[in-house]
């Protein structure tokens, strides 16, 4: 990567970071060392970074039929998380060596520079799953009383 790709790329982060850092010195300082680093440098490597606390927050992730199809879903896992351009992204999924879309980039980067904020926010939403799981049971014995999976989806949702 030449020093001009290091500098377009730190500039994209800056733009999208910017109302969380504070000012568009310090985000763009933030995210220079970061790209110089190598260690977001790839979307990629900031999702796998964000794993954990996406998937608290509700991010369905699971294995198709072959490794390659790995395959994550952002359904409401944004809006949750009190991300504002939700709308955007709502559905949004991306297979492992597909380019993934500017909105689902644009909420990863938003979710890491607000990375402490965000999980406090998902461990409160996974506690509250892990209550209503005790609290009902599991999905076998939901749907053996006769309610079906619309009533486990309003129970669990």
């Known amino acids: 990567m030449t020093k001009s790709e ?13 109302k969380a850092a ?10 220079l060392k970061a790209v110089y680093a190598g260690t977001y440098s790839k979307f990629e490597t ?20 072959n490794l390659r ?13 009190g991300y504002d351009k939700a709308d955007y992204i709502n559905g949004a999924s991306i297979r492992i ?4 879309s500017p909105a689902l980039c ?3 980067i ?9 999980r406090e926010i998902a461990n409160v939403i996974s506690a509250r799953k892990a209550i209503r799981r005790e609290a009902f049971g599991d999905v076998e014995d ?7 999976e619309a009533v486990y989806a309003r129970i669990t949702g």
């Open 69 to 81: 199809d790995h395959v994550v879903y952002f359904n409401q896992v944004a809006a949750s998380l």
């Open 6 to 18: 290091l500098f377009k790329r730190a500039h994209i982060i800056a733009r999208m970071t910017v």
């Open 22 to 31: 504070g000012s568009y010195q310090i985000a763009f300082s933030c995210a």
């Open 46 to 65: 900031m999702l796998n970074d964000m794993r954990s606390i996406l998937t608290a927050a509700g991010a369905n992730w699971y294995l198709c039929n």
């Open 110 to 118: 938003w979710a890491y520079a607000n990375k402490a904020t965000v």
């Open 142 to 148: 939901i749907l053996s009383l006769g309610g079906g």
């Open 97 to 100: 060596g597909d380019r993934p």
């Open 106 to 108: 644009r909420f990863v």
